[in-house]
């Protein structure tokens, strides 16, 4: 019998073995992987060094305007430091010195402390005299310091000094005498309820510039004076009011005496036709 040599097979892996490096179906697969890795690794290097270069640009710019700003403007806002802190000198030691800003501060709140109070008592010194229950309202209503008062003011006012008489009461003319009077002093004593509520005012103003002037600080003074300008047309203004009052007030007693005459000489009249007529009949 013949028998047929067979090659020995060598088996590396699980596999037979015949010399060759490697099987040809392990190296394609091998290939592939090795050049998926590499184009990984290319894309992560890629991709880090970008950003490392953006950031070193991003740097070498903020660098850059850091230097700027340290030394050019910087040199120029310490120049300007130094010559506002000079300018602030030069105020405090010659224009406004804080020696003399807090002596006259210290004389007006000595004044306020001193005079105030004194002052505030004399203008709010109740002057009552009256004794019977009429006149002691309508005093009180006149020293109310309240233009809302004004209603209650005539009110009292026809009741303590009476109403003007029916027709047929009084002559014509005495009627008509006794309703300007009533309607003068009525309007007078109104003016004084007005009068006396904005002299509360002005008070309350000039006390507020007071306390101003206590506190005030350089600079300020043209505003306080404009203020004080006009608080003073504003009381200029209530004592023209009070003035024309005044003057109404006398331009009805005027009116008042020369009706009278004008009485009397029309009864004069009157008196020598009947004695004429008694003569010559």
């Not at 709140?109 to 004399?122: E, G, H, K, L, M």
């Not at 109740?126 to 209650?152: D, K, N, Y």
Request: proline residues 5%.
């Amino acid at each position: 019998m013949n028998h047929t040599t067979k090659p020995t097979e060598l088996l590396l892996h699980g596999l037979p073995y015949a010399g060759q490096d490697e099987p040809v179906r392990n190296r394609v697969p091998l290939s592939r992987w090795k050049k998926r890795s590499v184009a990984v690794v290319l894309a992560m290097a890629t991709c880090l060094a970008v950003p490392t270069l953006a950031h070193g640009q991003f740097l070498t710019v903020f660098d850059s305007i850091f230097s700027s700003i340290q030394s050019d403007i910087g040199g120029s806002l310490k120049s300007v430091n130094q010559i506002m802190q000079q300018v602030t000198k030069l105020q405090q030691t010659m224009l406004a010195p804080l020696a003399a800003l807090n002596q006259a501060r210290g004389f007006v709140a000595n004044t306020i402390s001193s005079f105030r109070n004194s002052s505030n008592q004399i203008f709010n010194t109740p002057f009552t005299s009256a004794v019977t229950p009429g006149p002691q309202q309508f005093e009180s209503i006149l020293h109310s310091r309240l233009s809302t008062q004004i209603p209650s003011l005539q009110t009292s006012f026809t009741t303590n000094y009476g109403a003007v008489p029916p027709v047929n009461t009084a002559s014509p003319q005495d009627r008509v005498m006794m309703d300007m009077d009533d309607a003068l002093g009525q309007q007078n004593l109104k003016t004084t309820l007005i009068a006396d509520q904005g002299e509360d005012v002005i008070l309350q103003t000039a006390n507020q510039m007071e306390n101003q002037v206590a506190v005030s600080t350089p600079g300020s003074n043209p505003y306080l004076t404009a203020q004080a300008q006009v608080a003073n047309l504003r009381c200029q203004a209530y004592m023209q009011m009070m003035l024309a009052a005044e003057l109404r007030q006398e331009a009805g007693r005027i009116a008042h005496d020369n009706a009278l005459v004008k009485r009397r000489t029309t009864a004069t009249g009157g008196v020598n036709s009947l004695i004429s007529g008694a003569l010559t009949r």
